[in-house]
Nanobody
Framework: QVQLDESGGGSVQAGGSLRLACSPSGRTLNLYAMAWFRQAPGKERELVAA?????????YYADSVKDRFTIFRDNGKNTVELQMTNLKPEDTGVYYCAADFTWEGVRSKPDYWGQGTQVTVSS
């Protein structure tokens, strides 16, 4: 079992920025492909961004967040972060960190999930 410890999130006005961080407790980050999902009220959970295992050379972004969000991993700090800029009210939701041993798995059905952190963007 992998425990994912999340931090960050909060409330911000539209146009603002936030940073989320996630670390696999007691495990080595570069063993895992990592991703961030979000779930807005009344909607299904959706994939926001993903980073391949190791150096994270391969990334994925949902169209709705391209050019605004950046996923990056710091294997030295054993942390993956999601930098969110130019936030919009529609970015509001609970954001979940996820991990899997495979690229396919982390984007579709990750084995491990964080507890979620709330992001609220007001207009």
């Amino acid at each position: 079992q992998v425990q994912l410890d999340e931090s960050g999130g909060g409330s911000v006005q539209a146009g603002g920025s936030l940073r989320l961080a996630c670390s696999p407790s007691g495990r080595t980050l570069n063993l895992y492909a990592m991703a961030w999902f979000r779930q807005a009220p009344g909607k299904e959970r959706e994939l926001v961004a993903a980073s391949s295992r190791g150096g994270g050379r391969t990334t994925y972004y949902a169209d709705s967040v391209k050019d605004r969000f950046t996923i990056f991993r710091d294997n030295g700090k054993n942390t993956v972060e999601l930098q969110m800029t130019n936030l919009k009210p529609e970015d509001t939701g609970v954001y979940y960190c996820a991990a899997d041993f495979t690229w396919e798995g982390v984007r579709s059905k990750p084995d491990y999930w964080g507890q979620g952190t709330q992001v609220t963007v007001s207009s």
